[in-house]
Structure formats: structure tokens, C-alpha cells
């Protein structure tokens, strides 16, 4: 089981990997962070959150929408680290983008 969670880790970060829906989606829009979906932290569980995205491709809220975390400092971790998450600029898009994400923490 351990050697499965290792190779999620490896190969399981890419871009759209864990973008599950929301019209960041739908209309193509980029991810320009190299980010990861598998993170470490206090306890094992998934996570869902709608992030909020401005023009600038910052991510401006994190609202959560589902967790089988049991630990509110693994949640608000995951909150903290979803703020680094950046997107193609562009005056096209609208004032506010959202997107579904799927993150999964592993204990060490």
C-alpha cells in the first residue's frame, strides 16, 4: 500500500490531475504553478474546495466542500497551501473564476 501512495506522489501531480470541474475547466484556462495534489500532513484523507480565481490568476477564497479529514489544522493547511496556486492572466476572463480541486494528504 505504502509503494501504491509513493507512486500517486510521483506521477499523480499534474496539471488538470486534480481539477475536477468549474469553469476554469471548461473554458481552458492554464495553471502556470507547479503545484502538487498529493500532499504530506497530520492525517490521511481527500479534501474537496472551490477556489475562487481573479483575472490575475491569484486565488482569492477557498471554500471547503467536502473532507475525510478529521483534523481542522490538516484543513486549514491544505487552505493555506491552495493560495499559492496560480492560472493564466487574461482580461477575457471573468472578475471571478472558479474551479473544483481534489486534494489528498498523506501521513508521512
Known amino acids: 500500500m505504502k509503494k501504491l501512495v509513493i507512486l500517486f506522489a510521483l506521477f499523480g501531480g499534474t496539471a488538470y490531475g486534480q481539477l475536477i470541474s468549474g469553469a476554469i475547466i471548461d473554458e ?3 495553471m502556470t504553478s507547479d503545484t502538487k ?3 504530506e500532513g497530520i492525517k490521511s484523507g481527500t479534501a ?5 480565481v481573479d483575472r490575475e490568476g491569484s486565488v482569492t477564497g477557498v471554500r471547503m466542500l467536502e473532507s475525510t479529514l478529521k483534523s481542522t489544522p490538516a484543513e486549514f493547511e491544505l487552505k493555506k497551501y491552495m493560495h499559492k496556486f496560480t492560472f493564466a492572466k487574461g482580461t477575457y476572463y471573468p472578475k471571478f473564476h472558479h474551479v473544483v480541486v481534489k486534494m489528498t494528504v498523506v501521513k508521512p
Open 37 to 39: 495534489f498529493i500532499v
Open 28 to 30: 481552458g484556462r492554464q
Open 48 to 52: 474537496k474546495f472551490e477556489l475562487s
